[in-house]
């Protein structure tokens, strides 16, 4: 081989590493960006608490959620709610669970008091596993933001999502519903449930 071609191909080769590199470390940014951080986890694998609290409070205006048989529950048939206390979400935010395909409810997000009432955005899944909805809370009124039909079973995750206007629902990692909608730009994750079957399992919340 000339010392010509030899200068050639090892230029080449190190045109080809430093491509790589440069494709490997934007990889790495773009997963960086889209990643959620989490910043608070719980399994409910602890006594019974009615309701639950240290980390979780009571929103403002709501019944409270229990701690029964190791699982997240309401304490009531109405709408009750339970945030978490001990961290500081930024605005862009998320939560998830796993849960029963019975239950009504799930995870929240800009979760905020109200006098005599509470607000959020929520996703929930009901009919047996078969709807999913985001929906905002007006001081405890209910608006529907985004209806549409999923498949949940039990065990399965839910997740919702809001980065600036934008909210979103998951189950299972798979996007099911999306809607629009700027009327609260901060506040805490936690859950919310219907009933007073042990029905919510494995939270998460954190940054996105």
Do not use: H
Not at 20 to 27: F, I, R, V
Not at 103 to 122: E, H, I, K, N, S
């Amino acid at each position: 081989m000339t010392a010509t071609l030899k200068t050639a191909v090892g230029l080449a080769n190190a045109s080809i590493k430093t491509f790589m590199g440069l494709a490997k470390a934007s990889t790495k940014t773009v997963i960086g960006l889209t990643a959620d951080a989490a910043l608070f986890t719980d399994n409910f694998n602890r006594a019974n608490e009615t309701p639950i609290g240290g980390n979780w409070s009571t929103q403002d205006g709501a019944p409270p959620m229990n701690l029964t048989s190791n699982a997240l529950v309401g304490s009531s048939a109405s709408l009750n709610a339970s945030f978490v206390n001990s961290v500081s979400p930024n605005n862009d935010q998320y939560a998830q669970c796993t849960m029963l395909a019975a239950a009504q409810g799930g995870p929240c997000v800009r979760m905020g008091p109200a006098p005599g009432g509470f607000d959020l955005y929520g996703f929930q899944v009901f009919g047996g596993g078969t709807q999913g909805n985001l929906y905002r809370l007006d001081n405890s009124g209910y608006t529907s933001l985004d209806l549409q039909t999923v498949t949940l079973v039990d065990g399965d995750t839910a997740k919702i999502t809001v980065i600036g206007t934008a909210i979103k629902g998951y189950v299972n990692g798979v996007q099911v519903c999306a809607a629009t909608d700027a009327t609260y730009a901060s506040g805490a994750f936690g859950m919310l449930g219907v009933g007073t079957t042990p029905s919510f399992d494995n939270f998460e919340g954190g940054n996105t």
